[in-house]
């Protein structure tokens, strides 16, 4: 342990602080919560928890979000796949202008989009569906997912597609069963930030969804305010939103930080 | 080298077409609000410029572009230092790298009304930990329903928390590209710590560093949900940052022609300054 590990320590510590008061509090009873400040749980409880996983208005939240959620990374891997190979390997008309056009669609502001969102796609008949979430949410998935694929096919030696050819691959069976192989790690992280993104982003989320498709985060702002200040479940609740995430986490924990480094702005 | 295709074009047009789809259209209907004016029952007159010249001379405008900037001066000067330290701080290999990683990475993954949430109960002044804590053990008035600068302080404390790592783990991934010859190379040279980060760390991570600086912009000038939910925008308006008052004028009070004005022009502020960065950074490599 040398002298400096004290700042990742500490940094990590800040951190978790917040967390903890979460997760503590979730196991409070509101009574409690709202009586005094104390450091543990003093009347351990599950009751906020057995609220949330029996109420079907509190759990639907959680299915609609990971439906949607997962549709999403499904739409946008799909198609940056072919988009980041045409990116990485050919140069056509346009094709500069057309890459900063895509990284610009990050930097629009969600509010700003709100409103034409939902008459949008009102007007197409998906409002209140997984797949209008799903489709919005491509807004600024696709983008980060073609540039971070582009970035790990970059690093793919061109020798390895002129070969397949050689050796008389099609163009899809090189791209499934040679290429798609090769540049797992990059389809791992990319799906990891449609993923995040997507579960964490809330206002067009709410925005597109009224009660069949509605997130779970919705389903939190909403029930905290009818139901007087429930402070405990609002707790539970935020606590069962961290779990996902921190499961897709640890799947991707090595890749994480290189799936950034390969991509190009 | 690579090969010219016109055809490549067919693999971008998925794409192509789901993201058109859904910035096209929207920027088209956001263009043709902020030209016109509106009575209700859809009826529209035509405008002109004119909700561009008002939004434009507001000073309601002038101060939530004021605060937004500074939001954004504050988060960027705090983090990026901030993060280029831990990373620099982080062990390279070994089991603690795994653990790290995950740690850190995790405040990202929580959804941001979730992020305001939590930072709501934590700050509480009388049952929330660091309220509790600042309030009772320090002696320090602490509120941030009342005084603007606790509110300040919050949210700039809510966000570096919360997005620090972005920039640990960017700078973190140039880090560990380094090969070790480098630093073999400068031990034999004798060369102090700074001159070590100076001329070799900072150079490797300049383009990992232009992301996040670009990413960490782009988010916190249009940040919305967390500070939305931690302060509402309060106390007063003493936060209300440009997105909270975008949401306010068009779906509070509904008027559709100055939120679309000021959406547009908001965009373009965004755009214009990604670009201008862009630009800088990228400008030695093209020579």
């Known amino acids: 342990m040398s002298k400096r590990s004290i700042i990742p320590i500490l940094y990590i510590l800040f951190l978790m602080l917040p967390i903890y008061w979460l997760v503590a509090m979730s196991f409070k009873t509101t009574n409690e919560i709202l009586s005094g400040f104390s450091l543990f749980p003093q009347t351990f409880t599950l009751e906020n928890y057995k609220v949330i996983f029996t109420d079907p208005s509190w759990y639907w939240g959680y299915i609609n979000s990971i439906i949607y959620v997962s549709l999403n990374t499904v739409i946008s891997i799909t198609v940056a796949l072919p988009a980041a190979y045409a990116f990485s390997r050919y140069s056509f008309l346009g094709d500069k202008t057309l890459f900063f056009w895509l990284l610009t669609n990050r930097m629009a502001p969600a509010a700003v989009f709100a409103l034409p969102f939902f008459q949008l796609y009102s007007s197409v008949g998906l409002f209140d569906t997984h797949l209008a979430v799903a489709l919005a949410h491509c807004l600024f998935n696709i983008p980060l997912a073609v540039w971070i694929l582009e970035g790990f096919m970059g690093g793919v030696p061109k020798e390895l597609d002129e070969t397949a050819y050689v050796d008389g691959y099609s163009f899809p069976r090189f791209f499934v069963t040679i290429f798609l192989p090769t540049i797992k790690a990059g389809v791992g992280v990319a799906a990891f930030f449609c993923f995040m993104f997507s579960w964490v982003e809330l206002l067009l989320a709410k925005t597109l969804t009224a009660v069949a498709a509605k997130p779970i985060a919705a389903t939190m702002t909403k029930t905290a305010s009818s139901a007087g200040y429930e402070l405990g479940l609002l707790a539970a609740a935020g606590t069962l939103t961290i779990i996902p995430g921190a499961i897709v986490i640890y799947f991707v924990r090595n890749y994480i930080a290189k799936g950034f480094a390969l991509g190009r702005v | ?287």
């Open chain 2, 1 to 287: 080298m690579k090969t010219e295709n016109q055809k490549a074009w067919l693999f971008v047009l998925p794409v192509l077409l789901l993201v058109a789809f859904n910035a096209l259209i929207p920027i088209m209907t956001v263009v043709n609000y902020s030209v016109q004016e509106t009575f209700g029952d859809n009826l529209f007159f035509w405008e002109g410029l004119g909700w561009f010249e008002q939004i434009l001379r507001s000073d309601r405008f002038h101060s939530a572009l004021g605060r937004q900037f500074l939001f954004t001066f504050l988060i960027l000067i705090i983090e990026v230092p901030l993060g280029i330290i831990i990373a620099l701080s982080m062990p390279k290999k070994g089991i603690w790298v795994p653990v790290c990683l995950v740690t850190m990475a995790l405040p990202m993954l929580i959804p941001w009304n979730v992020v305001g949430a939590m930072w709501n109960i934590f700050t509480l002044p009388d049952i929330g930990l660091l309220g509790y804590f600042i309030n009772n053990t320090l002696g320090i008035e602490y509120n941030m329903t009342r005084s603007p600068i606790a509110a300040w302080i919050t949210i700039v404390t809510m966000d570096v928390w919360h997005w620090t790592s972005l920039v640990v783990l960017l700078s973190y991934a140039g880090l560990v590209s380094i090969p070790d010859a480098y630093y073999q190379a400068a031990k034999i040279d004798g060369a102090s710590p700074w001159k070590v980060f100076r001329y070799i760390q900072l150079p490797k991570m300049k383009t990992v560093l232009t992301i996040a600086i670009l990413l960490r912009f782009m988010d916190s000038f249009n940040i919305y949900t967390e500070p939305f939910v931690l302060t509402g925008g309060g106390p007063g308006n003493s936060t209300t940052l440009l997105s909270i008052d975008l949401v306010k004028i068009a779906l509070g009070q509904f008027d559709l022609g100055p939120a679309a004005a000021m959406s547009l022009i908001y965009f373009a502020i965004t755009l214009l300054v990604s670009w201008l960065f862009y630009t800088l950074m990228t400008k030695d490599d093209a020579k």
